[in-house]
């Protein structure tokens, strides 16, 4: 019998990590659900995805710390028997001016959503890298090209990620592991709460803020592209 594929989505509780989820569930893949406080909203997620004909597993762990990280790695790869997906999603917003940004929130920023993202792919890399296959998709954010007033600290955790990508693409493309970037657009999310600009849609040259869940299956579709790695990819049409 062949093995069911496993998806392992940080930050899956809500938001686009659970939209991501489900669409992983609607292909009958194994959905590992990340979370760190939100067990509740995890669950609902993990309840979804069976739903929706796929296999929630729970995992919880801070992604700021190392040790937590690699444990759920393989507690994750373990329980699913391989590592075919990575999906990094999970972190934190902040909305402060450069010169009202306080240091401690640029370095929890920095942390969750750089060094966070660096911990989990160093963890999925070697056990992909041990079965010479796999594939991460890492969330990004419009405000890493182009800036976004206020979001100093937000901005510069995303562009060190394409950096990260980038060069994970090159050094482990001869193993087969592909390593890829989106950016998913803004979305009324619990993450972006009222930040969304209101003359936003004058952006984007179809009128419009892309739907979820049409983001979601490009992530899906992504994760799947056997010839494609180092890339990062706009998911709505704002132009860069």
Not at 71 to 96: I, K, P, T, W, Y
Not at 105 to 132: D, H, P, S
Not at 197 to 220: F, K, N
Request: charged share 15%.
């Amino acid at each position: 019998m062949a093995r069911t594929p496993a998806v392992l989505v940080t930050g899956g509780s809500g938001g686009i990590g659970r939209a991501i989820c489900l669409e992983f569930a609607r292909a009958g893949w194994t959905v590992g659900i990340h979370f760190h406080e939100r067990q509740e909203a995890a669950e609902r997620t993990a309840a979804s995805v069976k739903e929706s004909g796929g296999e929630g597993l729970l995992f919880q762990a801070d992604i700021r710390n190392a040790h937590a990280v690699e444990a759920m790695a393989e507690s994750f790869a373990a329980r699913c028997g391989r590592f075919d997906v990575l999906v990094c999603n999970a972190g934190q917003a902040a909305s402060h001016l450069v010169l009202r940004l306080s240091p401690d929130v640029w370095t929890a920023t920095i942390e969750t959503n750089l060094t966070g993202t660096f911990y989990c792919l160093r963890a999925a890399g070697k056990l992909m890298l041990a079965q010479r296959a796999g594939s991460v998709v890492v969330i990004g954010s419009f405000a890493a090209v182009q800036g976004q007033p206020g979001q100093a600290a937000y901005a510069a955790s995303k562009a060190g990620l394409l950096g990260l990508v980038k060069t994970a693409a090159r050094e482990w493309g001869a193993s087969n592991v592909r390593v890829n970037a989106v950016l998913p657009g803004w979305h009324q999310t619990e993450l972006v709460g009222d930040a969304v600009p209101v003359t936003l849609h004058s952006t984007h040259v179809l009128g419009r803020l892309a739907e979820l869940q049409s983001v979601a299956r490009s992530i899906y579709y992504l994760a799947l592209l056997e010839d494609v790695s180092g890339q990062v990819w706009n998911l709505d049409s704002r132009i860069l």
